[in-house]
Nanobody, 127 residues
Framework: QVQLVESGGGLVQAGGSLRLSCAAS????????MGWFRQTPGKEREFVAV????????YYADSVKGRFAISRDNAKNTVYLQMNSLKPEDTAVYYC????????????????????WGQGTQVTVSS
C-alpha cells in the first residue's frame, strides 16, 4: 500500500509560480513512475506530467509544456511539480499518482494506468 500526500497549493496571481510536493510512503517509491493530474468542477481529471522511475524521463501535456517541470527525489520519497508562468486556466485541484506496475521507461498518461492517488491540493490563479 502506498499513501500519497500533496502540499504546496494556494492562491497566486497570473504569471506567478508555485511548487507542489507529493510525499509518498513505502519503500518501493523509487520503482514507481509518478504523475500529476488536475481537475476542475464538472470536468474529467486530466493528465499534466509524468516522470519515470528509471532515468527520470518526463512527459508533459501540451498545455503546460515549457511552463511546468516535474522532478523527483527518491531519497526523500517525494515528487515535485514546479509551476511557472501560471495562468487562470491552470486553476484546479492537483493530484499526484503512482504507477506501480508499468515498466522502467513507460510514461503513463491515462488515469486508469495509475494505482495510487493523493487527496489533492487546490491551486487558484487569479487574473
Amino acid at each position: 500500500q502506498v499513501q500519497l500526500v500533496e502540499s504546496g497549493g494556494g492562491l497566486v496571481q497570473a504569471g506567478g509560480s508555485l511548487r507542489l510536493s507529493c510525499a509518498a510512503s513505502g519503500r518501493t517509491f523509487s520503482s514507481y513512475s509518478m504523475g500529476w493530474f488536475r481537475q476542475t468542477p464538472g470536468k474529467e481529471r486530466e493528465f499534466v506530467a509524468v516522470i519515470s522511475w528509471s532515468r527520470g524521463s518526463t512527459y508533459y501535456a501540451d498545455s503546460v509544456k515549457g511552463r511546468f517541470a516535474i522532478s523527483r527525489d527518491n531519497a526523500k520519497n517525494t515528487v515535485y511539480l514546479q509551476m511557472n508562468s501560471l495562468k487562470p486556466e491552470d486553476t484546479a485541484v492537483y493530484y499526484c499518482a503512482a504507477d506501480a506496475n508499468s515498466g522502467a521507461y513507460y510514461l503513463a498518461t491515462r488515469r486508469v494506468e495509475y494505482d495510487y492517488w493523493g487527496q489533492g491540493t487546490q491551486v487558484t490563479v487569479s487574473s
